[in-house]
């Protein structure tokens, strides 16, 4: 590699880097900390997935299928962040309890909520926590394990995800108060893993998220 090869890959990889930090946005409620000190529960809820396929794989799957897939990476991110918050619980990192995600979609499931015309505090007092995470989940293909295979078992294809977009909020309970916002798009091979892709998410948005030390 020469040396003008090498300096347009470092420029290129800066130019990249900055894109994405520019897609970030982290709203916070000037108030948050202060209510979240009467907190003790959270729920999250699974996540609106949306997969964007290139139109030759949309050829070789049915509407049902590509619904699948979406559902199976909502409730990956759901299962991925639940992971994250345990992680920080462990090492003592987190200040309150998070609701298990089976008990979770088992209650969504028996009430037969439909996600589109229910309010955050609805769903918190359904939940019967002090505050629920919602979100919006989009990328070009899926990440989970299950729907990674059921698309490379369908069309052919196997590989990582280019892009995606996470969009998730925090609301009160008591009165839907939007407490956090964070929306972040990652650009670039991020691995097959909804773990990785929370992990590396959350490293710089925890900072500011009033339930971790």
């Not at 209510?35 to 959270?42: F, L």
């Not at 969504?108 to 939940?127: F, G, H, R, S, V």
């Not at 002090?130 to 196997?158: C, H, N, Q, R, Y």
């Not at 773990?195 to 998220?209: C, T």
Request: glycine share 6%.
């Amino acid at each position: 590699m020469n040396k003008i090869t090498f300096k347009l890959l470092i420029v290129l990889t800066l130019l990249v880097g900055l894109t994405v930090e520019a897609q970030t946005h982290l709203f916070e409620h000037p108030d948050f900390e202060t209510i979240a000190k009467d907190h003790q529960s959270i729920a999250i809820i699974p996540f609106s997935a949306k997969v964007s396929l290139r139109p030759k794989q949309m050829k070789e799957i049915t509407p049902e299928q590509l619904k699948e897939m979406e559902i199976s990476e909502g409730q990956s991110i759901q299962t991925a962040m639940y992971s994250w918050f345990l992680k920080r619980k462990k090492r003592g990192k987190l200040l309150i309890d998070v609701q298990d995600p089976n008990k979770t979609n088992a209650i969504l499931k028996k009430n037969e909520i439909d996600m589109e015309i229910t309010t955050p505090e609805e769903l918190a007092q359904l939940l019967e926590v002090d505050a629920v995470i919602t979100g919006k989940f989009e990328t070009d293909k899926p990440m989970s394990d299950g729907a990674s295979i059921a698309l490379g078992l369908l069309v052919g294809f196997w590989g990582t995800t280019n892009s995606a977009t996470v969009n998730m909020s925090i609301n009160n309970a008591e009165d839907g108060t939007l407490l956090w916002n964070y929306n972040k798009r990652v650009v670039g091979s991020l691995g097959s893993s909804n773990d990785q892709l929370i992990n590396k998410l959350m490293r710089k948005a925890s900072r500011r998220l009033a339930y971790t030390k």
